[in-house]
């Protein structure tokens, strides 16, 4: 999607073994999101970052980590990747949080499979 | 937990006709988006109803919203094929910081 890429758009890795996902936006919002999207649970909301340095836990943050060292740049770590985590990865970005009137914009996601 | 469940999960329709789905949620909100994700991609925002509006339009989309029985429906007139696409709805957490997802329903629309 315009403004926001996500990389890389495929992955697979071996069970635990670190790994990193990177959301990058063009579009100089403040608000970041991680979201996982499996089947029959919807997306679930990761971790999130309202700004430079500023982040917090979602739903299902365990065995995950995030940094946020760029407003452009939100990097999400799998620490020890496990097969429950084999999962399409959507970040998303935002101007001023769930207030705003466009919504949030997503990238196209990521697809891990970890084996 | 989820915050907003779609109903139904799946709906398969003709082209020209109506589709209506619904979502309900648990604890009081702000606003309340709709969002469509075509197979293969990220979603897109298609509107969003405040917690004070009853009603709002947009194209051939038509969103209501019941706060007292909270719950929302989402209609699409006169479908096409291209709008088969799964739809969520989408509310605040609780401390009002992120947008929280429903399961999504399933759209098919054939021609």
């Known amino acids: 999607d315009a403004g926001i890429t996500q990389s890389p758009r495929h992955k697979v890795t071996e069970t635990g073994t670190p790994v990193t996902l990177r959301c990058h936006q063009t579009?100089?919002?403040?608000?970041m999101y991680w979201y996982r999207q499996d089947p029959g649970h919807g997306l679930r909301l990761i971790h999130y970052?309202?700004?430079?340095?500023?982040?917090d836990k979602g739903e299902v943050s365990d065995g995950y980590s995030v940094s946020r060292s760029k407003t452009e740049d939100f990097l999400l770590t799998l620490e020890s990747a496990t097969s429950s985590q084999t999962s399409v990865y959507f970040c998303?970005?935002?101007?001023?949080?769930?207030?705003?009137?466009?919504?949030?914009?997503f990238g196209s996601g990521t697809r891990l499979t970890v084996v | 937990s989820q915050q907003g469940e779609e109903d139904p999960q799946a709906l398969s329709i003709q082209e020209g006709e109506n589709a209506t789905m619904n979502c309900s949620y648990k604890?009081?909100?702000?606003?309340l988006q709709w969002y469509r994700q075509n197979s293969g991609r990220g979603l897109v925002h298609l509107i969003l109803?405040?917690?004070?509006?009853r009603e709002k339009h947009s194209g051939r989309l038509r969103v209501t919203l019941d706060t007292s029985k909270k719950s929302s429906s989402l209609l699409i007139t006169a479908s096409r094929a291209a709008d088969t696409a799964s739809y969520f709805c989408?509310?605040?957490?609780?401390?009002?910081?992120?947008?929280?997802f429903g399961k999504g329903t399933t759209l098919s629309v054939s021609s």
């Open positions: 109803i405040r917690s004070n509006e």
């Open positions: 970052s309202y700004g430079v340095k500023d982040t």
């Open positions: 989408a509310t605040n957490n609780q401390a009002g910081t992120a947008l929280i």
């Open positions: 579009e100089n919002h403040r608000y």
């Open positions: 604890t009081s909100i702000n606003n």
């Open positions: 998303a970005i935002s101007l001023i949080g769930p207030q705003s009137v466009d919504g949030y914009t």
